[in-house]
C-alpha cells in the first residue's frame, strides 16, 4: 500500500470550525484528513513510509478460554489490526499584511493537492491583529479548504508569538517546518531547540535591494544556511543562496506553478470588457500587482503615455493596493491620461481581469517567477515582461512573449507597440502561452516534486 491510498482518521462533518491556543485560531475546513488532534500519533521519524501491520501472537485455545477478555471492547480490539500511522504534518509558516502576495496563491493551494501524496499540511500566518485585509486571506483559504492558524504578530520584538506558535507544533505533531520569510526562518530555529522538527524554507524573492530592510535580509542571510532544504524558486535566487553560503547540497530549485484546471479562459475578452465598464473595441493593456516602486509601474504609465501619442487606442488597467498610489495617481494626471488609466485597486477575483486584456504587461525591476505572469498565460493572454530573474526561463522572447529590459521605456513601448498592431502575433502568444505552463508549470507536478523532498528528508 502506498502512502495516500487510504483517508487518515475519520472524515469531519462538511462545516468549518476553529481552535484556540492563547491568542491563535485555527481555521478547519472539510478535508479528508481527522482534524482532531487527540487522534495525532508521534510525528514521522523512521525511514519508512508505509504503515506497518504486525501479526497477533500465536494464543493456545485453552489457555484463552481460561483467561476469558473482560470486556467486549477487548474482545473486539484483540482482532483488531493497528491503525496506520498519522501522517507527516508539515506547517507552513508566513508573515503577512493584508491579504499577501504571490507567495498566498501557492501555500494556500498545497494542502488539497500534498493531502492525496500522504501530507497533512496547516498554514500558520502571523499577522499585524485586527488587520482587515486577513479576513480576505481567510476566506481564500475556506475556497481551497486549507487549515489556516491565526497568530496576531505586534511587530518584530512581539516575543509571544513564539510561545503561540510552539503551541500550534505541539498541537499539530507537527513534522515538518516550512517557512516563507525572514521572521519565520528564525522562528524556525529557535522552535526546533523546543520541537523536534525538520527544517525547510522557500526563497520567493530577496528584500536587500529594499532600503527600509536591509536587516531583514541580514537575518535570513544567518538563517537559511542553517536549513535542511532551501527551494529557491527561479536560477538567479539559487545562486545568491548559494552565495551567502547555504549548502549546495541544501539548495533546491522548484519554480512556481499553476493549477491549470483552475485557470482556464471562460469568457471572451469582449464580455469581459463589457463586465467592466470597457469599450469593447479598445486595446487594453493589463497588469497586476503590488503598487511599490519595484514594480516599474510607473514606467508602464509613461510607456501607455507614448503609445496614445503613436495614436494607438490603448487603455491600462492596473490591478493592486499600496504606497505608491499616490505618485502614481500624480503621474496620470500630469501626463492627461485620466481616461485611459484606471488603477482599480484591490480585487479578491482578477479573473474577469485577465480575460479582458489583449496585452499583460510586467513591468517590474525584480521579481523571482511572478504568479501573475503565469496567470496571465493560463488564462491565454499575451504578455510583454521585463528580462528579470527567472522570468526568462518561462517568457522566450519571441516565441510565447516578448522580453524588455527593466526600466526600458522605448523598448517597453516598442514591444506593447508591436504586439497591440498585430492581430496574429497576439493569438500565436496566446497559444504558446498556455502550452508553455501547461507542460512546464503544472501545480500538480510541482506539488509532486515537493512530496518527494518531504520524502528524502523524513527518510534520513
Known amino acids: 500500500?502506498?502512502?495516500?491510498?487510504?483517508?487518515?482518521?475519520?472524515?469531519?462533518?462538511?462545516?468549518?470550525?476553529?481552535?484556540?491556543?492563547?491568542?491563535?485560531?485555527?481555521?478547519?475546513?472539510?478535508?479528508?484528513?481527522?482534524?482532531?488532534?487527540?487522534?495525532?500519533?508521534?510525528?514521522?521519524?523512521?525511514?519508512?513510509?508505509?504503515?506497518?501491520?504486525?501479526?497477533?501472537?500465536?494464543?493456545d485455545i485453552a489457555d484463552s478460554l481460561s483467561q476469558p477478555f473482560t470486556t467486549l471492547s477487548e474482545a473486539l480490539d484483540a482482532d483488531r489490526p493497528p491503525e496506520p500511522p498519522a501522517p507527516p504534518v508539515v506547517l507552513d509558516a508566513r508573515v503577512?499584511?493584508?491579504?499577501?502576495?504571490?507567495p498566498e496563491k501557492t501555500?494556500?493551494?498545497?494542502?488539497?493537492?500534498?493531502?492525496?501524496?500522504?501530507?497533512?499540511?496547516?498554514?500558520?500566518?502571523?499577522?499585524?491583529?485586527?488587520?482587515?485585509?486577513?479576513?480576505?486571506?481567510?476566506?481564500?483559504?475556506?475556497?481551497?479548504?486549507?487549515?489556516?492558524?491565526?497568530i496576531p504578530d505586534r511587530g518584530a520584538w512581539d516575543w509571544r508569538v513564539i510561545s503561540q506558535m510552539l503551541a500550534v507544533c505541539k498541537r499539530e505533531r507537527v513534522t515538518v517546518w516550512h517557512g516563507h520569510d525572514y521572521k519565520t526562518n528564525a522562528l524556525g530555529l529557535l522552535l526546533k531547540r523546543l520541537w523536534p522538527m525538520r527544517l525547510v524554507t522557500t526563497v520567493h524573492g530577496w528584500v536587500q535591494h529594499t532600503s527600509r530592510t536591509p536587516l531583514y535580509y541580514r537575518i535570513d542571510q544567518l538563517c537559511i544556511p542553517r536549513y535542511e532544504r532551501v527551494i529557491c524558486v527561479s536560477d538567479d535566487l539559487l545562486e545568491e543562496c548559494l552565495r551567502v553560503g547555504v549548502p549546495a547540497k541544501s539548495c533546491v530549485l522548484l519554480e512556481n506553478g499553476i493549477d491549470t484546471a483552475e485557470y482556464a479562459r471562460r469568457q471572451t475578452r469582449a464580455t469581459a470588457k463589457a463586465a467592466l465598464g470597457l469599450p469593447p473595441d479598445g486595446l487594453l493593456i493589463g497588469a497586476v500587482?503590488?503598487?511599490?516602486?519595484?514594480?516599474?509601474?510607473?514606467?508602464?504609465?509613461?510607456?501607455?503615455?507614448?503609445?496614445?501619442?503613436?495614436?494607438?487606442?490603448?487603455?491600462?488597467?492596473?490591478?493592486?493596493?499600496?504606497?505608491?498610489?499616490?505618485?502614481?495617481?500624480?503621474?496620470?494626471?500630469?501626463?492627461?491620461?485620466?481616461?485611459?488609466?484606471?488603477?482599480?485597486?484591490?480585487?479578491?477575483?482578477?479573473?474577469?481581469?485577465?480575460?479582458?486584456?489583449?496585452?499583460?504587461?510586467?513591468?517590474?525591476?525584480?521579481?523571482?517567477?511572478?504568479?501573475?505572469?503565469?496567470?496571465?498565460?493560463?488564462?491565454?493572454?499575451?504578455?510583454?515582461?521585463?528580462?528579470?530573474?527567472?522570468?526568462?526561463?518561462?517568457?522566450?522572447?519571441?516565441?510565447?512573449?516578448?522580453?524588455?529590459?527593466?526600466g526600458d521605456l522605448?523598448?517597453?513601448?516598442?514591444?506593447?507597440?508591436?504586439?497591440?498592431?498585430?492581430?496574429?502575433?497576439?493569438e500565436m502568444f496566446r497559444a504558446a502561452g498556455r502550452r508553455t505552463v501547461e507542460t512546464r508549470y503544472s501545480f500538480a507536478t510541482r506539488m509532486q516534486r515537493l512530496a518527494r523532498l518531504y520524502d528524502e528528508l523524513l527518510a534520513r
Open 1 to 59: 500500500m502506498r502512502r495516500g491510498d487510504r483517508s487518515w482518521g475519520p472524515r469531519p462533518e462538511n462545516t468549518s470550525s476553529s481552535i484556540t491556543t492563547g491568542n491563535a485560531v485555527c481555521y478547519r475546513w472539510p478535508t479528508r484528513f481527522s482534524h482532531n488532534p487527540d487522534c495525532l500519533r508521534a510525528p514521522h521519524r523512521g525511514a519508512g513510509l508505509r504503515p506497518t501491520l504486525t501479526p497477533l501472537p500465536a494464543v
Open 289 to 406: 500587482g503590488r503598487l511599490s516602486g519595484e514594480k516599474g509601474f510607473d514606467v508602464l504609465i509613461r510607456s501607455v503615455h507614448q503609445l496614445v501619442a503613436r495614436g494607438l487606442d490603448a487603455r491600462l488597467v492596473i490591478v493592486g493596493e499600496g504606497g505608491e498610489r499616490g505618485p502614481l495617481e500624480a503621474l496620470i494626471r500630469e501626463l492627461d491620461l485620466g481616461q485611459r488609466v484606471r488603477l482599480a485597486g484591490w480585487q479578491a477575483d482578477v479573473r474577469g481581469f485577465f480575460e479582458a486584456m489583449d496585452v499583460f504587461a510586467l513591468s517590474s525591476l525584480r521579481e523571482g517567477l511572478p504568479n501573475v505572469l503565469l496567470e496571465a498565460m493560463a488564462l491565454e493572454v499575451p504578455v510583454v515582461s521585463t528580462r528579470v530573474n527567472g522570468v526568462p526561463r518561462l517568457v522566450q522572447d519571441g516565441r510565447n512573449g516578448f522580453l524588455v529590459n527593466a
Open 96 to 102: 503577512v499584511t493584508g491579504a499577501g502576495g504571490g
Open 410 to 426: 522605448d523598448g517597453l513601448t516598442r514591444a506593447l507597440a508591436g504586439l497591440l498592431k498585430n492581430d496574429g502575433l497576439r
Open 107 to 150: 501555500i494556500l493551494n498545497s494542502p488539497r493537492f500534498l493531502e492525496p501524496l500522504g501530507y497533512k499540511m496547516v498554514c500558520a500566518y502571523m499577522h499585524p491583529p485586527g488587520d482587515p485585509g486577513f479576513e480576505v486571506l481567510k476566506q481564500k483559504a475556506e475556497r481551497y479548504r486549507a487549515p489556516l492558524v491565526s
